[in-house]
């Protein structure tokens, strides 16, 4: 029942760009509230990887970067690499739900 | 550093209650609200409330209002998180997360390593 929808899959050769987009509605990201992005790798519990639309924790490399429109949001990982194989979620506050919401998620497959 | 310890996996009825914890250290626990987090196999990820350790209030979503009670113990730096009525549903690793915004804004920087619960027969 996410309200955060993503693509299921992405996937990219070695050095290459992709995006994994997050579309929201009006009660979330179109209401301006922050978006964060987290990596999950099997088996682990989620990383915080983007927050408050486009800013890197300490240690995440600006391969990663993020950025948003009116009611979607993206993930850009540039320069692809086999480490970066994992699911991706966007996360944001909703106000309908007056909670916060997870999208879909996107597995990125690294070729 | 900043670590969350959560305890070991369970196995319950359908119809029981469990109850997770999840020990801070590494921080001032009273400064940092925690939510918890949690994970059907398969499935994505499920918010499903957050408590400020200081003081004890909660907020829940509406699907889990009435069957989710979230506490804590400040003088053992852990917050619970307990689920009555357990359904074969509620099957999932579940996960505390620190947060270091607060309101709208709220992020998950530290996580817990989860907690598997299984609801069998």
């Known amino acids: 029942q996410s309200v955060l929808t993503q693509p299921p899959s992405v996937s990219g050769a070695p050095g290459q760009r992709v995006t994994i987009s997050c579309t929201g509605s009006s009660s979330n990201v179109g209401a301006a509230y922050d978006i964060h992005w987290y990596q999950q790798f099997p088996g682990t519990a989620p990383k915080l990887l983007m927050f408050g639309n486009g800013n890197r924790p300490s240690g995440v490399p600006d391969r990663f970067s993020g950025s948003r429109s009116a009611t979607s949001a993206s993930l850009a990982i540039s320069g692809l690499q086999a480490e970066d194989e994992a699911d991706y979620y966007c996360q944001s506050f909703d106000s309908g739900l007056r909670g916060y919401v997870f999208g879909t998620g996107t597995k990125v497959t690294v070729l | 550093q900043v670590h969350l310890m959560q305890s070991g996996a369970e196995v319950k009825k359908p119809g029981a209650s469990v109850k997770v914890s999840c020990k801070a250290s590494?921080?001032?626990?009273?400064?940092?609200?925690v939510h918890w987090v949690r994970q059907a196999p398969g499935r994505g990820l499920e918010w499903m409330g957050v408590?400020?350790?200081?003081?004890?209030?909660?907020t829940y979503p509406r699907k889990f209002q009435g069957r989710v009670t979230m506490t804590s113990d400040t003088s053992a730096s852990t917050v619970y998180l307990e689920v009555s009525t357990l359904r074969y549903e509620d099957t999932a690793v579940y996960h505390c997360?620190?947060?270091?915004?607060?309101?709208?804004?709220?992020?998950?920087?530290?996580w817990g390593q989860g907690t598997l619960v299984t609801v069998s027969s």
């Open positions: 997360a620190r947060d270091p915004n607060g309101g709208t804004s709220a992020a998950f920087d530290y």
């Open positions: 408590i400020n350790p200081s003081g004890g209030s909660t």
């Open positions: 590494g921080y001032t626990f009273t400064n940092y609200y």
